[in-house]
């Protein structure tokens, strides 16, 4: 089925312009970008006021399928990528079992085409069970359908692994994201190291912790090549290594998520489980040097670390809770909130950190609308708001401090291939 | 005035006024406690449990008999042997407890903020009985009544309180009421036992214990516990009690007539030295019978007492 999308205005991330295009989609591909276009067999998508954009993607997200399917599984994840505006999303690989060789990668991309309602592209792990201890089949992880590799949430303690690491993936051209997170300085802690952690008497994480990894992730991208990929930077001294990095043309890329340049530390007081997540919320500081690092490009994507855990994971004392919360349904909207509307990145800049800049960095093609190319395309309208209400979110999991938040800017559809998924804030199939 | 609250979760919560009341109200109560006949039937009918999840000896006997000597009845559930161990979530556990008809549960935890999330789900008051290294309400107001008894107010009064401040939930309660009531509160200890930021908790800050002790009211030193020297966080017992042990000579610095607190179980010989425990300065016996006192005056208020009925 054709489709006319009118009125719009397209937001192109990589030549910074907003035009006033009509698109027109057939068989999967953009057939036609003009102005007043018409087509008599097309289903009008009136976009008038709405920011038509190439389709975004999460280059951070947990699935949990396999092997944690009562948090999420593919379809009830890529449905709350859906609703967000995502065509895409980029799932880390602990799992159960980890996706460390290619027989889980296989069966995330079957699983992803039999239920999956966006496009779910693996990313292998760095290491066996993600150990720390024996490099996995990149090759084979590669071929198999691996877009990047990470140890997510467990860290390579072993500055000599890590080397090996990059070496190996570097060889393959292969983009090495690195949760970085000094396990002998986080040490057990809970929350960041401050006033609040004190007044609350739960162990604190240092910056130190973070950025303490991030300069030695660096230096070994500098010595191996291997493009480097700093995941869920939180600190203003992390910006500001990495800042340094780029300048002397190290090949390192980094993102930041909505709950680190929207929260501080504040939010987990009365024990707030879910704002419980590693690297924890920091202070004011931090997130006005995270923000500034996305306005100056230091910072390249906003990945939301989607991170889905049951209520009864989260309804604990606090030092017994999972960290992590949900963040596919609430990203677009926060980064029009947070960041569009006080004027920190244009529409075009949050558009390239949310589409054109996590496919570069995971080699994979789209992240502009053209003539001819497929038609994944996100249109959110920057006047749409909405209170988050748990009721209403598609994830199986709650786990999100953002919940009766107001947020205005949000996506109101999400077409995958050609197809719509979600409109007019409905899920479709 | 009167009691509001349903729970005591902290001192940090409190007002002035919440504080001078339980502080009043335990005056009667420590008379009580001097009785030859120490039972009054204030609470009969009432029940209180204590569900403990760390071992702790002086405070749950303290609640146990503070909750006797008015009459209420008491039971106490030991984590370790109870459905805890099969895995219940203190939720559960505390709706389960609830259920039966109690009227306060006092609560020990290892976790921080566990008595303020089993507050949130039950119905019945919940007193903190010490949790993680959050808060301890119950020492901060027996160390408080104990300090007001002796030195008439707390207004105005320099009280150091030695140690491992990191750990200590103890210091956290006697920082937040201690200041409330007007007292310039100092900490000193090692510095990697010192939490990061404690002056915005309105604490003056101290790593060496001369300066920390001159011209102090009241000294209060905390137990430091061993597996903290195995964790890295200071060489050995030997120079912890060189560097802050608070001996004679040291005591010597204070005001003439300062006071010395210790919560308790000590270290004799690393923390305090045996001359100062037992000293004429120490009011370390004290503070026990203040913290019955203390104890019986929140089971009181917290069960919809009030101050008048027992004060004429």
Same mark, same amino acid.
């Given at each position: 089925?054709?489709?006319?999308?009118?009125?719009?205005?397209?937001?192109?991330?990589?030549?910074?312009?907003?035009?006033?295009?009509?698109?027109?989609?057939?068989?999967?591909?953009?057939?036609?970008?003009?102005?007043?276009?018409?087509?008599?067999?097309?289903?009008?998508?009136?976009?008038?006021?709405?920011?038509?954009?190439?389709?975004?993607?999460?280059?951070?997200?947990?699935?949990?399928?396999?092997?944690?399917?009562?948090?999420?599984?593919?379809?009830?994840?890529?449905?709350?990528?859906?609703?967000?505006?995502?065509?895409?999303?980029?799932?880390?690989?602990?799992?159960?079992?980890?996706?460390?060789?290619?027989?889980?990668?296989?069966?995330?991309?079957?699983?992803?085409?039999?239920?999956?309602?966006?496009?779910?592209?693996?990313?292998?792990?760095?290491?066996?069970?993600?150990?720390?201890?024996?490099?996995?089949?990149?090759?084979?992880?590669?071929?198999?359908?691996?877009?990047?590799?990470?140890?997510?949430?467990?860290?390579?303690?072993?500055?000599?692994?890590?080397?090996?690491?990059?070496?190996?993936?570097?060889?393959?051209?292969?983009?090495?994201?690195?949760?970085?997170?000094?396990?002998?300085?986080?040490?057990?802690?809970?929350?960041?190291?401050?006033?609040?952690?004190?007044?609350?008497? #739960?162990?604190?994480?240092?910056?130190?912790?973070?950025?303490?990894?991030?300069?030695?992730?660096?230096?070994?991208?500098?010595?191996?090549?291997?493009?480097?990929?700093?995941?869920?930077?939180?600190?203003?001294?992390?910006?500001?290594?990495?800042?340094?990095?780029?300048?002397?043309?190290?090949?390192?890329?980094?993102?930041?998520?909505?709950?680190?340049?929207? #929260?501080?530390?504040?939010?987990?007081?009365?024990?707030?489980?879910?704002?419980?997540?590693?690297?924890?919320?920091?202070?004011?500081?931090?997130?006005?040097?995270?923000?500034?690092?996305?306005?100056?490009?230091?910072?390249?994507?906003?990945?939301?670390?989607?991170?889905?855990?049951?209520?009864?994971?989260?309804?604990?004392?606090?030092?017994?809770?999972?960290?992590?919360?949900?963040?596919?349904?609430?990203?677009?909207?926060?980064?029009?909130?947070?960041?569009?509307?006080?004027?920190?990145?244009?529409?075009?800049?949050?558009?390239?950190?949310?589409?054109?800049?996590?496919?570069?960095?995971?080699?994979?093609?789209?992240?502009?609308?053209?003539?001819?190319?497929?038609?994944?395309?996100?249109?959110?309208?920057?006047?749409?708001?909405?209170?988050?209400?748990?009721?209403? #979110?598609?994830?199986?999991?709650?786990?999100?401090?953002?919940?009766?938040?107001?947020?205005?800017?949000?996506?109101?559809?999400?077409?995958?291939?050609?197809?719509?998924?979600?409109?007019?804030?409905?899920?479709?199939? | 005035?009167?009691?509001?609250?349903?729970?005591?979760?902290?001192?940090?919560?409190?007002?002035?006024?919440?504080?001078?009341?339980?502080?009043?109200?335990?005056?009667?109560?420590?008379?009580?406690?001097?009785?030859?006949?120490?039972?009054?039937?204030?609470?009969?009918?009432?029940?209180?449990?204590?569900?403990?999840?760390?071992?702790?000896?002086?405070?749950?006997?303290?609640?146990?008999?503070?909750?006797?000597?008015?009459?209420?009845?008491?039971?106490?559930?030991?984590?370790?042997?109870?459905?805890?161990?099969?895995?219940?979530?203190?939720?559960?556990?505390?709706?389960?407890?609830?259920?039966?008809?109690?009227?306060?549960?006092?609560?020990?935890?290892?976790?921080?903020?566990?008595?303020?999330?089993?507050?949130?789900?039950?119905?019945?008051?919940?007193?903190?009985?010490?949790?993680?290294?959050?808060?301890?309400?119950?020492?901060?107001?027996?160390?408080?009544?104990?300090?007001?008894?002796?030195?008439?107010?707390?207004?105005?009064?320099?009280?150091?309180?030695?140690?491992?401040?990191?750990?200590?939930?103890?210091?956290?309660?006697?920082?937040?009421?201690?200041?409330?009531?007007?007292?310039?509160?100092?900490?000193?200890?090692?510095?990697?036992?010192?939490?990061?930021?404690?002056?915005?908790?309105?604490?003056?800050?101290?790593?060496?214990?001369?300066?920390?002790?001159?011209?102090?009211?009241?000294?209060?030193?905390?137990?430091?516990?061993?597996?903290?020297?195995?964790?890295?966080?200071?060489?050995?017992?030997?120079?912890?009690?060189?560097?802050?042990?608070?001996?004679?000579?040291?005591?010597?610095?204070?005001?003439?007539?300062?006071?010395?607190?210790?919560?308790?179980?000590?270290?004799?010989?690393?923390?305090?030295?045996?001359?100062?425990?037992?000293?004429?300065?120490?009011?370390?016996?004290?503070?026990?019978?203040?913290?019955?006192?203390?104890?019986?005056?929140?089971?009181?208020?917290?069960?919809?007492?009030?101050?008048?009925?027992?004060?004429?």
């Amino acid at each position: 089925m054709p489709y006319l999308i009118k009125n719009g205005i397209v937001v192109d991330p990589i030549d910074e312009t907003l035009t006033e295009l009509d698109v027109l989609v057939d068989n999967g591909s953009i057939v036609e970008m003009a102005k007043d276009l018409t087509a008599p067999e097309a289903e009008i998508i009136d976009a008038k006021g709405c920011y038509v954009c190439p389709g975004l993607l999460d280059m951070h997200v947990h699935l949990r399928e396999p092997g944690y399917e009562y948090k999420e599984d593919i379809e009830s994840g890529t449905r709350a990528a859906a609703m967000g505006g995502f065509t895409a999303v980029a799932c880390m690989p602990n799992t159960n079992p980890v996706a460390d060789n290619a027989a889980v990668i296989n069966h995330i991309l079957e699983r992803a085409a039999r239920v999956g309602v966006t496009r779910v592209h693996p990313i292998g792990a760095l290491t066996k069970g993600s150990q720390g201890k024996e490099l996995t089949e990149m090759a084979d992880l590669q071929a198999a359908g691996a877009v990047a590799l990470s140890d997510d949430g467990q860290p390579v303690m072993d500055a000599g692994m890590m080397q090996r690491v990059m070496q190996y993936a570097g060889m393959l051209g292969l983009t090495v994201v690195s949760h970085s997170e000094d396990l002998s300085l986080t040490a057990g802690g809970l929350m960041n190291e401050g006033a609040v952690s004190t007044m609350l008497g #739960l162990k604190g994480i240092p910056n130190a912790a973070e950025e303490v990894m991030v300069a030695r992730d660096i230096l070994l991208a500098e010595n191996t090549g291997c493009p480097l990929h700093l995941a869920h930077i939180s600190t203003a001294g992390s910006v500001r290594l990495i800042r340094q990095a780029k300048s002397r043309g190290v090949k390192v890329t980094a993102e930041a998520t909505p709950h680190h340049f929207t #929260l501080t530390e504040e939010a987990v007081q009365g024990y707030n489980t879910n704002a419980k997540v590693n690297p924890p919320l920091r202070r004011q500081e931090d997130v006005e040097a995270v923000k500034e690092g996305l306005k100056d490009g230091t910072i390249d994507v906003i990945a939301t670390d989607h991170a889905p855990h049951a209520y009864h994971e989260k309804d604990v004392e606090f030092q017994y809770a999972a960290n992590g919360l949900i963040g596919l349904e609430t990203a677009v909207g926060l980064v029009f909130s947070q960041l569009v509307q006080p004027g920190i990145l244009s529409v075009p800049q949050a558009i390239a950190k949310l589409a054109s800049n996590p496919r570069q960095i995971l080699h994979l093609s789209g992240g502009k609308l053209a003539k001819g190319g497929v038609a994944d395309i996100t249109i959110i309208d920057p006047n749409l708001s909405e209170v988050v209400d748990p009721a209403k #979110l598609q994830s199986k999991s709650k786990n999100t401090p953002f919940i009766r938040w107001k947020l205005t800017g949000l996506p109101v559809l999400t077409m995958v291939a050609g197809k719509p998924v979600m409109q007019k804030r409905r899920l479709l199939r | 005035m009167f009691w509001q609250r349903k729970d005591l979760l902290g001192l940090k919560y409190l007002s002035v006024e919440e504080i001078n009341l339980i502080l009043d109200t335990a005056i009667p109560m420590k008379e009580i406690i001097g009785r030859k006949i120490k039972k009054t039937p204030t609470l009969r009918g009432r029940s209180m449990v204590t569900l403990f999840y760390e071992n702790s000896t002086r405070t749950r006997s303290s609640f146990d008999l503070a909750a006797k000597f008015l009459s209420a009845d008491t039971i106490g559930v030991a984590a370790a042997s109870s459905s805890v161990a099969k895995g219940e979530s203190l939720r559960d556990t505390g709706l389960t407890l609830n259920a039966m008809g109690v009227d306060v549960v006092v609560i020990r935890h290892p976790a921080s903020g566990a008595a303020e999330y089993l507050a949130k789900y039950i119905p019945a008051a919940v007193i903190n009985a010490g949790d993680g290294t959050h808060e301890h309400p119950t020492q901060g107001l027996l160390d408080m009544f104990t300090i007001r008894e002796k030195k008439g107010s707390i207004t105005g009064l320099k009280v150091c309180i030695v140690g491992d401040i990191l750990h200590s939930r103890v210091a956290r309660s006697n920082i937040w009421g201690l200041t409330k009531l007007g007292a310039e509160v100092r900490v000193v200890g090692p510095a990697t036992l010192m939490p990061l930021d404690i002056e915005q908790m309105g604490a003056k800050v101290y790593t060496e214990l001369t300066p920390a002790l001159e011209g102090v009211d009241v000294v209060n030193v905390l137990r430091i516990q061993m597996e903290r020297q195995q964790q890295g966080l200071f060489p050995s017992l030997r120079e912890y009690s060189r560097l802050f042990g608070l001996n004679q000579a040291r005591l010597e610095l204070t005001k003439p007539d300062a006071l010395v607190l210790h919560p308790g179980p000590m270290n004799r010989g690393i923390e305090i030295d045996p001359q100062v425990a037992y000293g004429s300065r120490s009011v370390i016996n004290e503070q026990v019978t203040n913290g019955v006192a203390v104890r019986m005056a929140l089971l009181y208020l917290l069960t919809g007492g009030e101050y008048d009925a027992i004060s004429h």
